[in-house]
């Protein structure tokens, strides 16, 4: 808790807080990195092996290889959040299954299953985006703001 | 754990489609081979002069951000395919730039392609050792250089 709101509390609350503040099981944060470190990298690794198997089976250049390989990422996640590995998985790793692509894929599939109730229309229709869709605002954003800086720096900077 | 099972198959068998294309491209390469052996004697003749392609590996590979290079030429075209180290690669782009200037120098009457992709270096390769073993022409030199630099170009 805050210092300020700290302060407005009662002597009872104040004492109760130290109590509490001594008997909290403490977060984890160093181990969850490293899990997290893990576990994202070996999801990289499996996305690196899955654009080199397009490089080298099929027409695709490093430039071009991203797209088939983010479609294929996004499309293993959405089986295995369906199956149910990949809340195993999310709950081990953290931020190291849900920060990579894979994540967007486990977001969308996991609010249609969780609406499924409702209905296909205002349920899963409605609900699919709930979590994946603030990724696409922000990410479409953030995109449009990083181009206009570098469009500024390269025309007026001199840039690039 | 039957629905599992299904699952599991299904993918397998899909997985399994797709790689079936490639034998089929094979195929239809041995039958490029055939023709070629048939007019084996003219297709010799023909063989283009590749130290130029190895002047220009040299010259690359001399580089200190270079790890490994490729080239094949013809009369008029120079196409060379190089590979990083990896900690250069945050400068690939003026790699790239020096590289092209350099073998500008070097050879001005070839028109120079010049790419660090690795598929193009992959191709390249490929593409060496089939003239080094067969003894391709200069037609047929030309026409797989202009489909590397097709690719070469793509975006998307």
Known sequence: MANEKRKKLTPVQQEYHLFEKERETKRPVVKNCIRAFFVGGLICVIGQAISYFYMYFFDFTEQTVGNPTVATMVFLAMIFTGLGVYDRIAQFAGAGSSVPVTGFGNAVISAAIEHRTEGFVLGVGGNMFKLAGSVILFGTFAAFVVALIKTIAVKWGGLG | ?????????????????????????QQSLQ?????????????????????????AVQHIKARKEVRDAVAVNTSKKLLVAYQVKHMHRFRMKQIKKDIEQQLKQLFPNHKIIVSSDLKIFWKTNELRDKINKDGMNEKQINKQIKKLKKLSEELT
């Open chain 2, 31 to 55: 039958g490029t081979n055939m023709i070629k052996t048939n007019r084996d004697g003219t297709a010799y003749s023909y063989k283009v002069n590749q130290s130029i392609a190895k002047q």
């Open chain 2, 1 to 25: 754990m039957r629905k599992y099972v299904t699952m599991l198959m299904v993918v397998t068998l899909l997985i399994v489609g797709c790689a079936r294309e490639k034998e089929i491209k």
